[in-house]
């Protein structure tokens, strides 16, 4: 079958910044997204949670120019002060038009 | 003081918080499912604004004025002091110090419940309208010490009218208050085809706090540990501010006409540290302020102290004020 070679990006983060994540993935060119909840651990220890604990896993598939951009923004607003994690992988999918 | 302290401790909804704590500490993997903990935090809620709304259509207009002002009042005063005091003293920074504020100036729902089932456990009913003075105090305090924190920290978060639209919006604000509403506009028979279910004096609605407690048992007993990273202040702060804000809320509670039963209840919710609506708005607002001290201060050692002493401590200071 016919692949493209896209980027994944994957962002771990609080709950608390859920809605705003997202928006901001849409802003930056997103065309969709996933959201799972998760559970872990990190530098951080504690999560602004009801009930606490926990995070949500927010991954999305993009074009390289809107992943950079991405990554770019988390990194200048969300790093500094929240329990937030983001890489990028390469994946390949079908139907390539879908997401950029 | 002594057998009253006793009895509490001894209250269905003290000792289900102690196994609670008492599982974590024995690192027990009892947990409740998160769907299980929103479930019944909906059902109290929802129950507590029902049966206050039922019982609302009752009351008169004048007797609910003069308490309801003073619960604003209570609003207004306990974020300032505890920002005072957490900077002053505490020597925290304005961040952290406007973050703790913020869970001090807000109440606990679950605090309210506790001590309304104690006061009425004493033979002192509260007033009926308690649950709409709960709605009051809500909101207030906890956007009053935001922007305390966000104007002397020069940067925020976020704008605060997307906090004010949160708070107002979220889980809490709409049960309570949509609840009230219809309790009030159902009327007296539809209310008792629901009552069996939703009185916050019958046996659904207490067994439900008896499972809730235990996860908030839980919940605390896994903040135990950050307890070092607090502080010995914290520590102080989390059991003395209460019982300052809760000789206050009685005091003026008093003045403002309310039984010894109702003043209780008020002292309880000027005491209490919210843990629902306060957390992810001061975590959205005040991105610095550090979650381990508020969350612990208000989780680990304001709410248990309360439902472990503080209430019947607050009953007895307006027992005294009252001359009862």
Redesign the interface.
């Given at each position: 079958m016919h692949t493209v070679p896209l980027k994944l990006v994957t962002i771990v983060a609080e709950p608390v910044l859920e809605e705003q994540l997202t928006a901001l993935l849409h802003r930056l060119g997103a065309r969709g997204h996933t959201v799972t909840d998760s559970r872990g651990a990190g530098s951080r220890g504690m999560r602004a949670s009801d009930p606490p604990g926990g995070g949500v896993r927010i991954e999305v598939v993009v074009g390289p120019d809107v992943a950079d951009r991405i990554l770019a923004h988390v990194a200048e607003h969300y790093f500094p002060t929240y329990a937030v994690i983001a890489f990028v992988s390469i994946v390949e999918v079908v139907r390539g038009e879908k997401y950029v | 003081m002594a057998s009253i302290l006793t009895q509490n401790l001894l209250s269905p909804i003290a000792l289900a918080f102690a196994l609670g704590v008492f599982a974590k500490l024995v690192r027990s993997e009892l947990q409740l499912p998160?769907d299980v903990?929103?479930g019944i935090s909906i059902y109290l809620l929802l129950a507590l604004g029902l049966h206050g709304g039922a019982e609302l259509a009752h009351a008169s207009l004048a007797s609910i004025a003069w308490p309801a002002l003073v619960t604003v009042l209570l609003g207004l005063i306990t974020p300032v002091t505890s920002y005072l005091v957490l900077r002053r003293i505490g020597r925290f920074g304005v961040q952290d110090a406007a973050g703790i504020a913020a869970h001090y100036g807000s109440v606990s729902a679950v605090t309210f419940i506790a001590a309304q089932q104690f006061t009425q456990a004493m033979g002192a009913s509260p007033e009926a309208f308690m649950p709409t003075l709960l709605t009051l105090l809500e909101s207030p305090g906890i956007h009053l010490a935001l922007a305390i924190g966000a104007v002397n920290a020069g940067a925020s978060?976020?704008p605060l009218g997307e906090t004010l639209h949160e708070v107002l919006t979220g889980r809490t604000m709409i049960l309570l208050v949509g609840g009230l509403v219809v309790g009030f506009a159902m009327g007296d028979k539809n209310w008792q085809g629901i009552a069996a279910f939703f009185d916050t004096q019958g046996a659904a609605f207490k067994g439900a706090l008896v499972i809730f407690l235990l996860?908030m048992g839980i919940?605390a007993g896994?903040?135990l540990a950050?307890l070092a990273k607090a502080g010995p202040f914290l520590l102080a702060f989390g059991t003395v501010m209460p019982v300052l804000h809760g000789a206050l809320g009685a005091a003026l509670g008093s003045l403002a006409g309310l039984g010894v039963g109702g003043a209780t209840v008020l002292a309880a919710m000027a005491a209490s540290a919210s843990?629902?609506a306060a957390?992810?708005a001061?975590?959205?607002t005040l991105?610095?302020a550090n979650?381990?001290y508020?969350?612990t201060s208000a989780?680990a050692i304001t709410f248990p102290f309360n439902i472990l002493a503080g209430i019947p401590l607050y009953f007895e200071i307006a027992t005294l004020m009252q001359g009862a």
């Amino acid at each position: 079958m016919h692949t493209v070679p896209l980027k994944l990006v994957t962002i771990v983060a609080e709950p608390v910044l859920e809605e705003q994540l997202t928006a901001l993935l849409h802003r930056l060119g997103a065309r969709g997204h996933t959201v799972t909840d998760s559970r872990g651990a990190g530098s951080r220890g504690m999560r602004a949670s009801d009930p606490p604990g926990g995070g949500v896993r927010i991954e999305v598939v993009v074009g390289p120019d809107v992943a950079d951009r991405i990554l770019a923004h988390v990194a200048e607003h969300y790093f500094p002060t929240y329990a937030v994690i983001a890489f990028v992988s390469i994946v390949e999918v079908v139907r390539g038009e879908k997401y950029v | 003081m002594a057998s009253i302290l006793t009895q509490n401790l001894l209250s269905p909804i003290a000792l289900a918080f102690a196994l609670g704590v008492f599982a974590k500490l024995v690192r027990s993997e009892l947990q409740l499912p998160k769907d299980v903990y929103t479930g019944i935090s909906i059902y109290l809620l929802l129950a507590l604004g029902l049966h206050g709304g039922a019982e609302l259509a009752h009351a008169s207009l004048a007797s609910i004025a003069w308490p309801a002002l003073v619960t604003v009042l209570l609003g207004l005063i306990t974020p300032v002091t505890s920002y005072l005091v957490l900077r002053r003293i505490g020597r925290f920074g304005v961040q952290d110090a406007a973050g703790i504020a913020a869970h001090y100036g807000s109440v606990s729902a679950v605090t309210f419940i506790a001590a309304q089932q104690f006061t009425q456990a004493m033979g002192a009913s509260p007033e009926a309208f308690m649950p709409t003075l709960l709605t009051l105090l809500e909101s207030p305090g906890i956007h009053l010490a935001l922007a305390i924190g966000a104007v002397n920290a020069g940067a925020s978060g976020r704008p605060l009218g997307e906090t004010l639209h949160e708070v107002l919006t979220g889980r809490t604000m709409i049960l309570l208050v949509g609840g009230l509403v219809v309790g009030f506009a159902m009327g007296d028979k539809n209310w008792q085809g629901i009552a069996a279910f939703f009185d916050t004096q019958g046996a659904a609605f207490k067994g439900a706090l008896v499972i809730f407690l235990l996860e908030m048992g839980i919940v605390a007993g896994s903040r135990l540990a950050d307890l070092a990273k607090a502080g010995p202040f914290l520590l102080a702060f989390g059991t003395v501010m209460p019982v300052l804000h809760g000789a206050l809320g009685a005091a003026l509670g008093s003045l403002a006409g309310l039984g010894v039963g109702g003043a209780t209840v008020l002292a309880a919710m000027a005491a209490s540290a919210s843990y629902i609506a306060a957390p992810p708005a001061v975590r959205l607002t005040l991105p610095e302020a550090n979650p381990t001290y508020y969350l612990t201060s208000a989780l680990a050692i304001t709410f248990p102290f309360n439902i472990l002493a503080g209430i019947p401590l607050y009953f007895e200071i307006a027992t005294l004020m009252q001359g009862a």
